[in-house]
Structures are given as C-alpha cells and as structure tokens.
C-alpha cells in the first residue's frame, strides 16, 4: 500500500499511532521482569497479555487503514515463537474485522508455546488461512506478499539473540523486496532488542508496534532506519510494572 500526503495526515491524528516523548523505554530484562510481575502479583496470565498485545497490533493496522474504503488484503507472517503468538491473534482481530488475511507460518508447531498454539488452532477454526512457509515456494511467497495492502511483521521478537539464518533470512529479504508497507510487531525482525545491532539481516518496516513499552535497542542510532514510527501497543500491564526512567 503506498500512503499518500492526504492518509499520512490523517495517520498522525491516529491515536494510536501518534508520537510521545515520554513513551517508556526498558531492556529486554526489564520486560521480562514486568510481565512476570504481571503474572505473579496480579495473576495477568500470558494468555491474556498475548490476546491484549495482538488486539493492539490489529488495531494500530487498523488505524493504518482507516482512510480505505475497501475491503484490505493483509498478510501476517508469523515466526516460531511467542512474536508469532502475538501475529496469530492479529490476525484473528484483523480478520473478523472484516479483513482478508492470511497467515504464512514460518516455523514448526512443535516449538510453539502451548499458548502460541492455542491461538494457531483457533485461527484454524475460524476458517483463517495458514499457510506453511516451508510449503510455499520463493516465488509464491513474494506474489502474496507483494498483493497485500500491508504485511505484519510477527517473526522474531525481543527474543532473538543469534544472526538469522536460512530459511528465515531469505523470508525476511523477501520481505523487505516485495512488501509495500510492513508494520513490525514490538520490533523489527532481525534487531537485537537490547543494542540495535543487525542480527544478519533486518526487516525495514515502515510502523513499529512496540508492545507495552519501547526496547532500548530501536532507539539506538543503527535501529532507527529498520522502524519506522514507532508506537506503543497497550498489553495491560498494571502500573508500577515498567522502570520510571523514561526517555
């Protein structure tokens, strides 16, 4: 999808999406530690801080596409992790918004958490496509992805720590060739959370969604050409939960 001068304006009156200099910003540990005391202090499960992160994503997406009067093709390209769980429920939202979406899966469900694959499952339920990275060839990927009005980046999150290999790389290359606009969910995949060091290769999303609070590592100056605007997700964690030191 290419925003011209009229939707851009229109995109920086969206709440959602707005700019905020006092936006909190934590290390990947602190994260952690918050929704751990999420879950032990409050009882916030990790079901529900996943429901409540892809919620946000579809919803930022959706502030995204609110100047279109037709029905908007997205793809959500989910990774083996917990960012994929996130993606799945995006894709849920997005799609009984009223959405097309289709989701290309990009890992094993062997790996998946119980949780991410409780929402994988419901996506099948539902009728939602899911679509086997590994199944699909290079040049299938890149014609679904070219076609979508947006593809939601749900590959790797603040877990990532090692340079990104094949096959994933070479998704993420695709990515970055054949998708118009890409709207990152808590941080480009590729990036690592805590430095902004390029782990291999990175994707460039134009929208970051960063769930529940900003990672250090996409402020640092190498990061900042991979995000986009960057905005805040809300995942309900209580207040009190993230470091006061803001940026």
């Known amino acids: 999808m290419r925003l011209n001068g009229n939707t ?6 969206t709440p959602c999406l707005s700019s ?7 290390t990947t540990k602190q994260m952690i530690l918050a929704e751990k005391r999420a879950r032990s202090r409050f009882g916030i499960s990790e079901a529900v801080l996943m429901e409540n992160a892809g919620r ?4 930022s997406v959706l502030g995204i596409l609110r100047p279109r009067r037709r029905r908007s093709s997205l793809v959500v390209v989910a990774g083996p992790g917990n960012n994929g769980g996130d993606g799945f429920v995006a894709a849920r939202h997005l799609a009984f918004a009223g959405e097309k979406v289709e989701v290309i899966f990009a890992g094993s469900e062997r790996t998946l958490s119980v949780i991410a694959a409780t929402n994988l499952a ?3 339920a539902c009728g939602i496509p899911v679509l086997r990275a590994a199944r699909l060839p290079n040049s299938d990927q890149s014609r679904r992805l070219r076609r979508a009005d947006i593809v939601v980046d749900a590959l790797f999150g603040t877990g990532l720590s090692r340079p990104i290999r094949p096959p994933y790389s070479g998704l993420i290359e695709r990515m ?9 969910v808590d941080i480009p995949s590729g990036l690592d959370s805590d430095t902004g060091e390029v782990l291999g290769v990175a994707i460039h999303a134009r929208y970051t969604v960063a769930l529940g609070a900003i990672k250090r590592g996409v402020t640092t100056r ?3 050409r991979f995000c986009g605007r960057i905005s805040i997700g809300r995942i309900s964690l209580p207040p009190g939960s993230l470091p006061r030191k803001r940026r």
């Open 20 to 26: 905020n200099r006092h936006l909190p910003v934590v």
């Open 176 to 184: 970055n060739q054949d998708a118009g606009t890409i709207v990152a």
């Open 222 to 224: 190498t990061a900042r």
């Open 8 to 13: 851009a304006s229109i995109l920086m009156a």
């Open 122 to 124: 419901i996506l099948r």
């Open 56 to 59: 946000s994503v579809a919803e």
